[in-house]
């Protein structure tokens, strides 16, 4: 009989999907076959994975990385209802892997909710006629009182799962104490019987100075804490653009590289931007430092050794919006290596055809930033396909060679207006030290990184740091971690006692 854990928070970014990603690591590594779930997502960082009958479709990075700690292949299954927002209080619907529309809240709930939590149920049901354990992710906070009728990855899994409930509170903000017994209290009452204990996460310092408070908070609940999880980053890619700085904040200082050895990257963090975990093995590198920049923070990026523009759920209003912060001045002026992928891709090229513009219901052709000779004409259809290469290194990836794979997840198709060159075979297009790919995944692959990254000190007159510049996390390892802090901090009897 297949068990059902659900890992629901107190609030969005108290870490339900490492504390997934964690356990089931920790499942894996006991011999349990196991399998994450998350019946409903919101994120715009997305992989493209297989479906049940062999296609291919896309889930959350989250379900991505959880199925590659619990040791199985990533499926639609992990993550069956994924809402990808694009502005404009509208999201685009993806159910089983596949888009089926552009919709606003109450068009979902009014038009697609049904066909939505079927599908997710019996994603569910095929998960659970093949593995022992699901470790399932809720969604926000599990105590939206106003969302409880339709609440598709909290309560609605909880019920139709039958699952019990881990329940987690982070406490960097402080208030972690009040925030899960608020959360109980609101809870509906079959639901809050559920509830088998509460874990701790975000926690910095003596371990001791919480009992007090732990005792009384189990006196007044009856409910246990489990575990008290300490601040570590492992190195996961995040989730959600709340794990991104507010302003043009710099990553990756804190590495102990010395100033004359480092190099920053400029990202420029559209209004809109997705699938910025692109980025990741870039700031676990050695003397590389990121900073998002923002539509003010026009001086932030000029000044970068290099600039990353990332993909986008709407091209053309983000487009617009560089336009209007003069943005585009800076790309056309910058000298360095500047690199587009996907929606950042298509905004660099000469034009965007077709384009639909928000709010209007017309399309017409947009003018690009012009620093490729490409043009993308939008449509309907959208590529979501797993990718392998062999990577011919040009413009900022000159003197790189080997195999590379990622995916592709866009809509529009770019076509060269002129000669151009081809890093990937006969795909992307660099014009000097400019390139535009849809290889999302592109710096996980060591080829292609170490080569942008020696154009990106080439350009800024620097040596890197001494000894091989390789990301300094993976998932298994970060994953391997995260089971060893369950071990150590967590009651796992209590846990998953039957």
């Known amino acids: 009989m297949t068990h059902t854990l659900l890992v629901a928070g107190t609030k969005s970014h108290v870490g339900k999907s490492t504390v997934v990603a964690g356990l089931c690591r920790l499942l894996s590594s006991r011999g349990v076959a196991v399998a994450p779930f998350k019946a409903q997502n919101m994120s715009n960082n997305a992989r493209a994975v297989i479906t049940p009958d062999g296609e291919t479709g896309e889930i959350g990075v989250s379900q991505h990385t959880q199925a590659r700690a619990a040791n199985v292949v990533p499926t639609t299954d992990h993550n069956p209802v994924l809402l990808k927002p694009r502005g404009n209080a509208e999201s685009q619907l993806v159910v089983a892997g596949q888009p089926i529309a552009h919709l606003s809240a109450s068009a979902y709930y009014d038009d697609h ?61 402080g208030g972690v104490f009040a925030s899960l017994y608020g959360t109980l209290e609101l809870l509906p009452d079959d639901c809050r019987a559920r509830i088998i204990g509460c874990l701790i996460t975000k926690f910095r310092g003596d371990r001791s100075l919480l009992e007090p408070g732990i005792e009384s908070f189990e006196e007044r609940t009856g409910v246990p804490i489990l575990g008290v999880l300490p601040y570590e980053q492992v190195g996961l890619p995040p989730e959600d653009s709340l794990s991104l700085p507010s302003s043009a904040t710099l990553l990756g200082d804190d590495d102990g590289v010395r100033p004359e050895h480092a190099v920053t990257v400029g990202v420029v963090r559209l209004p809109r931007i997705s699938n910025f975990t692109d980025l990741t093995p870039l700031l676990q590198t050695p003397g590389v430092r990121l900073r998002f920049c923002g539509l003010d923070d026009g001086h932030q990026l000029a000044t970068s050794d290099a600039i990353v523009v990332p993909g986008t759920k709407n091209t053309v209003d983000d487009l617009l919006a560089l336009k209007d912060a003069g943005l585009d001045r800076i790309l056309r002026t910058f000298s360095g290596p500047i690199v587009g992928i996907c929606g950042g891709y298509q905004l660099l090229g000469e034009r965007l055809l077709d384009a639909h513009l928000e709010g209007t219901g017309n399309t017409q052709t947009i003018s690009g930033i012009g620093l490729l000779p490409v043009e993308t004409r939008f449509s309907s259809g959208k590529r979501v396909v797993p990718i392998e290469r062999t990577l011919e290194g040009c413009g900022p990836l000159a003197g790189g060679s080997g195999q590379v794979t990622g995916y592709e997840i866009h809509m529009g198709e770019t076509t060269a207006c002129e000669t151009v060159d081809r890093p990937f075979e006969s795909s992307g297009a660099v014009s000097e030290q400019v390139l535009g790919t849809y290889l999302h995944g592109l710096f996980d692959n060591a080829c292609a990184r170490e080569a942008f990254l020696r154009a990106v000190y080439n350009h800024a007159g620097k040596a890197p740091p001494a000894g091989e510049q390789t990301a300094r996390a993976d998932v298994n390892s970060a994953a391997d971690r995260l089971a060893t802090l369950f071990e150590q901090h967590v009651d796992l009897d209590a846990l998953f006692e039957p």
Do not use: C, M, P, Q
């Open 113 to 173: 909710f049904e066909r939505a939590k079927r599908a997710a149920f019996d994603a569910h049901d095929r998960l659970a006629g093949e593995y022992d354990y699901i470790i399932a992710e809720g969604a926000g906070s599990i105590a939206e009182i106003n969302l409880h009728h339709r609440d598709l990855a909290n309560i609605e899994t909880a019920r139709k799962t039958d699952a019990s409930i881990l329940l987690v509170g982070d406490i960097e903000r």
